[in-house]
């Protein structure tokens, strides 16, 4: 019971506490300080950052002395504060903006001694900053302002002063805060006295206040600057210099009632300018370009849709036709029927600014762009805008030589339009020009529009358009071609005063090139068939004919530098039959292939080609090699290709006479294969004496192991190895040579003697040793038959083969 109690006082002690007194605007105190007013401060006032002379009231029941505090809470319920201000002087106490900074709001207020916690507090105050905002205005509207803008000396302007200083409400006289604006003159002087009204005096108390009815006719050209600020001496004194005076406004006084400039003295066609007119405040003016005797087009033309501007009408021409006021313009140019003339409305400065385009059909001449009050005759302005040609250039990438069927970049630059317009003249085609990606399509005449390539130009005045030369919709000549690049859309006889630039190319008809890693080629070995194919095709077909086999229109890639290759690898190659081989390869032109395989029937790609179908399977190699190329010669056909033979072997190495060699010599076994270039070839040299030693003596086996590579010989191909025979013994040795891709093995042998050597007869040795003393060499003679020619191909060079018959003596100490 006794705890409830207890609860209950603390709740009415409470909501006394949170009772405020309303909010009563302050009152004068006694007497002053240092000349300032002093204000008594009542629970519920508002007081502001850099006030001074300020007295909390001693008749009010707060009681608050001199010792008392100001606090800031920031969470009320944990008791917690930002602020916490001693009330150094209760009757002359300053809000200093050192001790409050920016924190604003509800400030509690303790008496001396009283314990700082929400619920302890005699009453609040309210703490703010002062906040005051100067604007210049029209006096005929009151919302528009003219801050940083231009007015004329017709227009009237008010001054419009906000401020938050509610808190001096109420209060009248010499205790009423007061305001002043100072004007800064264009010669540099301040005042505040302008346009015949006094801006001094202006009382502050949370209330527009305005000062109105300012007038420029007597005010000189120029600019003028406005600031309201706070006085150094009586009511409002406290704030003076410290920081709290208006931002700055400035506005420009002309001395034309009506004027037009441009932002521009020249423009190069095709791009914009803007013209700006001056004159009285949400005045509406007519302006116009003056006739200069040209089509509509040719004139620059109103950018619609701007804010402020719009189509002027029929009666405004007709009704001031009469008077001379359109005495130059012509009937080409009458409202409605374009956009040369329009109502222009000023905004609340007194400006408006419009934006003219001109286009690659605009006159290059001088234009006047008048402004007229319809209102008096005789106010009008006019600006002059000189709009010339601009400039155009074409390049093109690389030597200026191309295959056709190569992609060419043409690029250049045109300050003249938004577009350029490409054609082509050379042999055989219209010599008004013809489209780059299409040169059957005729060029129209009559006044119409080209159908001429056309490439939007960028904002930097840039262009660039890549020319693929293998669309060109027929076949064209090779030779040398102009590319023309112009600025509007005309054929070449009617280029006259057009901008344009040109460039030559030269346009070579492709080909094809091609070859074998070797005219003859070993079983197992690798072919690669390689070459190039110029034209910028993205595949050749290559066609293989040989004994039981056939490579019907295998696709190579062409990379970017035109080249391509075609492999056989060892396992292809391995199960050749020996003999001749005949190649096709087959570069497209400028289309697909027109001569295809569909499995092993060779026919044209249409049936309207003229292409006999054969059954190439059914043909021998050479008659099928022959039906490709004639189906390839056809004239219905642009492929072109190239040919080429080459001859499969079986594998054989051999070894050049080695005769008898010194113990403790350095010599080379060498020979001949029909290998390819870059085969490996593992190569062993044993001693024949291979027999248990004893512990007593060196062992008497002695060997050499390495490899060679065939390399390129005059004739055969030929291979080398180094033999290091400085720990042989005399002896006779077995050579090995083997093929590993090829699985082909030569053997010979040779003595190692002490002392002088003796020379052996020479000749192949291809065989292995058939006796521990004496070697009988067999000389074996491959003779290539010969091979069958066909018409184009050339006749296959006989292979001989080089026999020899030898003998070895065995000499042992």
Known sequence: MKSMTKLMVVAMVLAAALVVAPAAARTVGVGT???????????????????????????????????????????????????????????????DSGKFGTVTGDYYVFRPGATIGYGNQ?????????????????????????????????????????????GFKGLTGVNQPTMKIEVTLPGGGVTTEFGGVTLSGIPVDGTTQNKVNVTLDKAEAGTYTAQAKWPSTGAGASFYNKGYDSKAVTFEVLTKTLAISANKDAVVRDNSFTVTITGESKQKYFMFVKSANLKENQYPLIAPGQNGVSNATWDVYAANKADGLFNAFSTDNVPGLNYTQAWVETNAAGTRSIQFNTSSFTDDRQFTIRVQDLKDKGTYDEVKVKVEKGEVTV???????????????????????????????????????????????????????????????????????????SSLGQVIDAGGYTVYAVATDVTKDDLGDNKYDTVGVTLKSAFITATSSGATIAKGDKLTISGTAQGNPSSVNVWIFGKNHRELAKSASVESDGSFEYKLESGQTKDLTAGQYFVVVQHPMYDDFGVVAVGTILQGKTPNMGITSVDLSKLQASDAATALVNALDSPNVDDTYTKLTFVVEEPNIFIDPIGDKEAGSKFTISGTTNLAVGDKLIIDV???????????????????????????????????FEVDATSFKPDQYIVKVESIETTTTATATFNVVAGEVTTQPTGNVTTAPTGAETATTTATTTTAAT?????????????????AVAFLVLRRK
């Open 33 to 95: 300080v240092d000349g300032n007013t002093v204000y008594n401060i009542s629970p519920g006032d508002t007081i502001y950052v850099g006030e001074k002379n300020l007295a909390f009231n001693q008749s009010e029941s707060w009681g608050v002395l001199t010792g008392g505090r100001l606090v800031h809470f920031t969470d009320t319920t944990a008791n917690t504060t930002d602020k916490n201000i001693v009330i150094s002087d209760a009757t002359n106490f300053e809000v």
């Open 122 to 166: 005699a009453g609040t105050v309210f703490v703010d900053i002062p906040s005051v905002t100067l604007d210049v205005v029209l006096n005929k509207s009151r919302v528009d302002s003219v801050n940083g803008k231009t007015v004329t000396r017709d227009t009237k302007l008010d001054f419009k002063l906000d401020n938050n200083l509610d």
């Open 395 to 469: 390049t093109a990438s690389g030597t200026g030589v191309y295959y056709i069927g190569e992609e060419i970049t043409l690029s250049g630059t045109n300050t003249d339009s938004k577009y350029v317009y490409l054609f082509l003249t050379g042999p055989n085609l219209g010599t008004n020009g013809v489209k780059l990606d299409d040169t059957t399509v005729k060029t129209k005449t009559g006044g119409g529009t080209t159908n001429f390539t056309r490439v939007s130009v960028e904002t930097d005045d840039t262009w660039s358009y890549k020319w693929d030369t």
């Open 686 to 720: 044993t001693s024949a004496a291979f027999q248990p030693g004893t512990k007593t003596e060196a062992s008497g086996f002695s060997s050499s192991s390495g490899s060679a590579v065939v390399q390129k010989g005059d004739g055969a191909n030929k291979w080398s």
């Open 787 to 803: 091979p069958t020619t066909t018409p184009g191909f050339g006749a296959l060079v006989a292979l001989a083969g080089l026999g």
